[in-house]
């Protein structure tokens, strides 16, 4: 059981950064087009799953880097889970 948990997790933290990251895309893409937008919210609830993703989707894109709210929380969360994989792999 823990193998197959040591061989999943890599896979699906890694879709849920791409997943990130492609949504931010979406919103500037939208952003551009006056189209229908993503929330906030839900781009910083994918934000805690997905921190990587999200930080660099707000670099490359250039989306979201004004906002004070997602300026501070991003590199947070991708503070707690550095901390997280060290405290865990100790």
């Not at 849920?16 to 952003?31: Q, R």
């Amino acid at each position: 059981m823990t193998e197959s948990a040591y061989f999943l997790f890599p896979i699906i933290y890694a879709v849920l950064n791409a997943a990130s990251f492609a949504l931010y895309g979406m919103d500037k893409f939208k952003a551009k087009r006056d189209k229908w937008r993503i929330s906030e919210q839900s781009l910083l609830i994918v934000s805690l799953f997905g921190p990587i993703g999200a930080w660099l989707g707000m670099q490359y894109f250039r989306h979201k880097t004004q906002k004070h709210m997602f300026k501070f929380l991003v590199p947070l969360f991708v503070g707690v889970h550095i901390f997280l994989v060290l405290w865990i792999s100790l």
